[in-house]
């Protein structure tokens, strides 16, 4: 019986190098554009300029790209819409050209988030924003598609400033929440929006998959033998 459960635990063990891998999830955070492209290559940007007139996400989400966008019913307009055309006249929106205003609050304030859902998950994202002052503590928390958090990036720094993240241990982000953690609503807005989509997990090679069954039956002829063996010294 104990070779038996060590022969299960090699072919487990084996099962388990070939179809999974083991990682803890690494996300690098970035205050600096320059940084972020130099660390992750290639990216896409979206300007959100295929919106040509205010667009609200209050009430339902709104889809720009491979972003889906959902706020809550801020008290007060133009939070929680993409400006098209840009209104100079938001003290926090300074952006010349179409964008996103939106307000995110503290976790006493139930689902009163800002949330973003990729329809490809990602591995780095990052944008240029107006607004995050120090004082509200807000961060960006990155989950997975089993809702699992990967990571938070602060976003403290006030004016206008880069904030993005690469995620280095190959998770893939599904969806970001902001989240003002110290005080109250948080107002802020955002434009280009940068993001490198994940690739599709590889499929295990035809010589891999023949290797793995040569273990098992290697293993399974071993405990067969074993078996045998062990019979003929009874009967004998």
Request: charged content about 15%; hydrophobic content about 40%; proline content about 4%.
């Amino acid at each position: 019986m104990k070779h038996y459960f060590t022969t299960m635990l090699l072919i487990g063990l084996l099962v388990g190098l070939v179809l999974t891998k083991s990682a803890s999830a690494v996300m690098i955070s970035y205050q600096n554009e320059g940084s972020w492209d130099t660390a992750v290559g290639a990216s896409t940007t979206e300007d959100f300029n295929s919106i040509t007139t205010d667009t609200s996400f209050r009430v339902n989400p709104v889809t720009v790209g491979s972003m889906t966008l959902t706020g809550w019913a801020a008290p007060s307009l133009p939070h929680n819409q993409i400006d098209s055309p840009a209104d100079p006249t938001i003290a926090y929106s300074p952006f010349a050209t179409t964008h996103v205003n939106f307000a995110s609050a503290d976790s006493g304030d139930l689902g009163e988030i800002f949330r973003i859902d990729f329809s490809t998950s990602v591995i780095a994202w990052g944008a240029t924003f107006y607004g995050f002052e120090p004082n509200r503590g807000s961060i960006i928390t990155a989950y997975d598609a089993l809702d699992n958090s990967l990571g938070t990036a602060a976003a403290y720094s006030s004016g206008t400033s880069w904030l993005g993240f690469n995620l280095t241990s190959g998770e893939k982000a599904s969806y970001l929440k902001f989240t003002s953690t110290l005080l109250g609503v948080e107002n802020a807005a955002m434009d280009d929006a940068k993001f490198v989509a994940a690739t599709a997990d590889p499929v295990p090679e035809p010589a891999t998959i023949a290797l793995f069954g040569i273990g098992l039956a290697g293993l399974a002829g071993a405990e067969v033998r074993r078996r045998r063996k062990k019979k003929t010294v009874e009967n004998s």
